[in-house]
């Protein structure tokens, strides 16, 4: 029985060591705060378009991601979005920009929002935990390769989801955060937290990469 037992606890012991070595490996290597020109994941089956996951916000949100996407190359880059369940307006206004991303509604899911205008603190905690386990189920049957958020709070949840399935599936995932452009001198909140987990972390005024030497800056992008 003490056998039995002290093995047990040798293999508990040797699982648990593994999974730090994991963790502080990935974190190791997705966690920065400077500006890398090499990339950082090497993609199988290159030539084939890479699968792409676009988070819309709402309002402003969503025209500065069109401005992203405009010129997306849908045989670069297969294009699936994420809405939130409380947004109407922004498939519409992809339709009206880019009507050959719309031919295919299947390719637009929604998740329910995190948080609403004015909601409290206390009960976002639990409309974000239901966002996350969204966003976890979706990440998990879609396997992006790319995801591309602009800041809208519908973004963390599936950013949260995807560190984690790139963490436990060892699927790389290449996060692309791009700044509002209406940041000129300080990041927003959105951008303060997934600074350091970027891969490519894009800015609209020279002024903020004085301040984030990992950023990019690319000019307004409307």
């Known amino acids: ?27 190791f290597r997705r966690i920065s705060t400077q500006r890398s020109d090499e990339p950082r994941h090497q993609w199988r089956g290159e030539g ?16 500065e991601m069109l401005g992203l996407i405009k010129e997306f190359n849908q045989k670069r880059y297969c294009c699936e979005f994420i809405v939130a ?24 899911h929604t998740v ?3 948080r609403e205008v004015g909601q409290s603190w206390s009960s976002s905690a639990l409309s974000t935990a239901k966002a996350f386990l969204s966003c976890l ?17 519908t973004c963390v949840p599936v950013v949260a989801a995807a560190l984690l399935f790139e963490l436990v599936a ?5 996060l692309i955060f791009a700044e509002s452009v209406c940041r000129v001198k300080s990041l ?3 951008g303060k937290f997934l600074y350091r987990f970027a891969d490519v972390f894009v800015v609209h005024w020279p002024e903020l990469v004085e301040r984030y ?10």
Not at 170 to 174: A, G, L
Request: proline share 7%; charged share 15%.
């Open 170 to 174: 060892f699927r790389p995932v290449s």
């Open 213 to 222: 030497p990992k950023s990019q800056h690319v000019g307004v992008v409307l």
């Open 1 to 27: 029985m003490e056998a039995l037992l002290l093995g047990t606890i040798q293999v508990l012991a040797a699982t648990l060591l593994i999974l730090v070595v994991r963790v502080l490996w990935w974190a």
């Open 112 to 114: 329910p929002r995190s």
């Open 85 to 108: 369940d409380t947004d109407s307006t922004s498939v519409k206004r992809v339709s009206a920009a880019r009507p050959d991303l719309t031919q295919d509604l299947s390719r637009f």
């Open 48 to 63: 084939l378009p890479l699968r792409t996951l676009v988070v819309l916000g709402s309002g402003g949100h969503t025209s």
């Open 188 to 190: 927003s909140l959105t």
């Open 137 to 153: 189920s979706l990440v998990w049957r879609i396997h992006p390769q790319v995801l591309l958020v602009n800041g809208p709070g």
